[in-house]
Structure formats: structure tokens, C-alpha cells
């Protein structure tokens, strides 16, 4: 019975019950007091894990590009600087172009190399040399989807077409018959197999700046 009581007390009474008789023997009471003390005591290391966790800051969450065909829901100037693109485009003449080139306060890239005069550079570029071939791509890329990069950043752009943005090796079969509205399908494998879009793109910013109309090589 006594045994019994001695096993559901708890450790403090244990050790007091026992204090006459361990306190002549210095080295075990000492054992024995920290064996009582210890469960009570917080562990080092975890406390300043705590610490340092409590004054951590979350991980931001990497940029997402979100994709999209509904120009209305764009940003206005967006809008109104895609609209005067595919004005130009539409009238078939390629100095029309100047009107919504003009409107940036820099005009935009359509190069590497310096292009002085961009509606010559297009002419040049095109194959009828007339620039209506780049007229032609131009309506191609701004009627197509759009992805939107970096969205909510000092860094965000609305792209077209919205495949410049994609994997294209994971293409959907829809996705693939849209890229071949002006990217032929030998093309499109060779860029899925150097995985990168490797054709021209569109891209303005949210506050209606065309920044590039450019092929990427």
C-alpha cells in the first residue's frame, strides 16, 4: 500500500519525503534536485527558435501572370493605346502608325539595333515591303489573349500574344490552334524544343506606354 502512494505522488513530494535521507550525500541531492527542476525549465535553443520565428517575415509569394481576353477589363490607357494600334493597323497603311507610336513620350522597341525611324524599319522588315506584312502581325498578336506579368508590381506588363508567357511544350489543344494563326506549327515545335517563344510580341504597360513591338530571337 505504502508502495503504491509512493508512486502517485508527485515528484516534489518524492523528493522532500526523501531529502533526510539523501541531503547527507551533497552529490546526489544535487542530482536529484535537477532531476525535480528540470521538466520546468524552458530548453535554450527552442526559446530563441521562438524568438527569432515571432520576428520572421512570411516568404512573399512569387509573381503569378494571369491571362486574359477581354480587353474592356483592361486598364484604360491600355485600352485606348491598343485601340489606336489597331486603328493604324486596320487602315492598311503603315504611316498610320506613327499616330500611336508618337503618342509614347519614348517610342517603343521594335529592335535590337538603334531604328531611328521605325515605320521605315517596318517596311524594311516586311516581305511586301510595304509594311502591311507587319500590319499583318500586329493584328494577329493584339487580337489574340493577353497575359498579364507581374501583376501588381512596379514591373507589370500586359503581353501579347499571351503564349509569350506560356510553356509552350504544355500548350492545350486550343492554345495551339491559336499561336497558329501567325506562327506555322514547325515553328512553334522548334520553340517548345528551346523553350522560349521565339516569335514577336506586344507589350504596354499599365499606364497605357507601348514599351515593345519586337521578335524575340
Known sequence: MQQETNVKASPETIFFRMRGRLLPRSAAFAAALALVLMPFAAPPALSQDAGALAGAKPAQPAAEVQLGRDATKLPQPVQRMRQAILQAVTSGDIEALRLPI??????PVFAKERTPDR?????????DGNGR????V???L???????KNQGTKDEMIVWPYHAALSLDKLTPSQEVEIYRFVSPARVKEMAAA????WYRVEISPDGVWHTFSKDD
Open 133 to 136: 506584312e507587319m500590319l499583318a
Open 119 to 127: 515605320i521605315a524599319y517596318l517596311k524594311g522588315t516586311s516581305a
Open 138 to 140: 500586329l493584328y494577329s
Open 142 to 148: 493584339l487580337t489574340t489573349g493577353y497575359a498579364i
Open 102 to 107: 508618337e503618342m509614347n513620350e519614348l517610342p
Open 195 to 198: 523553350g522560349k517563344y521565339g
